[in-house]
């Protein structure tokens, strides 16, 4: 966003409510837990009927329906157990008192990944409007950014998938441990 975008919004004198600026966070921290459940229903929910999203490799949702169930594939997918940053350091433009521009940059954290250890590559532009006082993403935007993107994306997703593989054999293996603990313990008083 140019800084002429921030003068203009701050001069056109609109203003969100301390109210509606707290329904727009909490709406953001929604997406993330939605995400991080990898829930496509509670997601999509938070969005319009007719709402457009525009994702990182070029496509094109359009409806809640089909947003609900591509995102329900990513969750089920390649972003399973992926976390979506709460977009901090977002700029809120108003446009009307019920309708206003989101900018932000962020990412998708993989498992074992830590957002101070991720550097945003992405920008996202959502547009959201209040009706019946509910605030609702009407459209999302989302452009990589970045060199080496895609191998960085497909570097951090396999070193997250050796990080998951890793947990799952140090459970095992502590499950393994405790139970030959257990089974000494029972040897002991035979």
Not at 9 to 34: G, H, M, R, V, Y
Not at 109 to 117: I, M, N, Q, T, V
Request: proline share 3%; net charge neutral.
């Amino acid at each position: 966003m140019t800084n002429q975008t921030m003068i203009a919004a701050e001069t056109d004198s609109i203003t969100i409510a301390p109210a509606d600026e707290a329904a727009i966070n909490e709406l953001f921290e929604k997406l993330s837990d939605a995400w991080a459940c990898g829930d496509g229903v509670a997601y999509s929910s938070l969005f319009i009927e007719d709402a457009r999203f525009v994702g990182v490799v070029g496509f094109r949702l359009v409806g809640n329906k089909i947003i609900r169930e591509r995102h329900q594939e990513m969750f089920d997918g390649i972003f399973k157990y992926s976390r979506l940053d709460g977009m901090p350091g977002k700029v809120i433009q108003p446009l009307t008192a019920d309708v206003v521009l989101v900018h932000s940059d962020g990412d998708i954290y993989f498992p074992g990944e830590l957002a101070k250890d991720i550097k945003p590559s992405g920008l996202r532009t959502l547009s959201l409007v209040k009706r019946d006082g509910v605030w609702k993403v009407t459209s999302f935007q989302n452009t990589p950014t970045g060199s080496f993107r895609h191998l960085k994306f497909i570097g951090r997703f396999l070193s997250s998938r050796i990080y998951l593989l890793r947990s799952e054999w140090k459970k095992a293996y502590q499950q393994t441990l405790e139970e030959k603990q257990q089974n000494i313990e029972k040897w002991k008083h035979n």
